[in-house]
């Protein structure tokens, strides 16, 4: 697995914990997707591009109180990588503690992040980086 990739994530998660967009651009290709279509949440959408990370990001964000997401593990062959995630977080409104583990897969194009797509099993997130055995 590349170690500049992961380098990347793991940037890219600190900037996500302290709310920081402008730090993650320069990790992110211009033609950046969030891909939602895998998850369990409501919201089954993808989002594209830089109006569409900030979208996403944002509701995100409103969402909570407060939130942070800890990888755990990195599992990888290079542009494909799949972050083994821990989140922790309170809702706005409810005031609801959430402590969730999850699988999100990471695509590299370029040196750069091309796309982000969350999955509710590990399984599945390693079968669509080609990782399963």
């Given at each position: 697995?590349?170690?500049?990739?992961?380098?990347?994530?793991?940037?890219?998660?600190?900037?996500?914990?302290?709310?920081?967009?402008?730090?993650?651009?320069?990790?992110?290709?211009?033609?950046?997707?969030?891909?939602?279509?895998?998850?369990?949440?409501?919201?089954?959408?993808?989002?594209?591009?830089?109006?569409?990370?900030?979208?996403?990001?944002?509701?995100?964000?409103?969402?909570?109180?407060?939130?942070?997401?800890?990888?755990?593990e990195y599992i990888g062959n290079g542009d494909r990588i799949v972050a083994i995630i821990r989140a922790r977080g309170r809702g706005y409104l409810s005031g609801v503690e959430v402590d969730a583990r999850g699988p999100h897969l990471w695509s590299f194009r370029d040196g750069r992040v091309i796309g982000l797509a969350l999955y509710e099993h590990l399984d599945e997130a390693l079968e669509a980086a080609g990782l399963s055995e």
């Open positions: 697995m590349s170690e500049e990739n992961v380098e990347t994530l793991r940037v890219g998660y600190e900037a996500f914990n302290r709310r920081d967009l402008t730090a993650l651009g320069p990790l992110l290709h211009p033609d950046f997707e969030v891909d939602l279509t895998h998850s369990m949440g409501f919201d089954k959408a993808r989002y594209t591009g830089e109006e569409g990370l900030r979208e996403f990001f944002e509701s995100f964000w409103d969402a909570f109180d407060s939130i942070a997401i800890e990888p755990e």
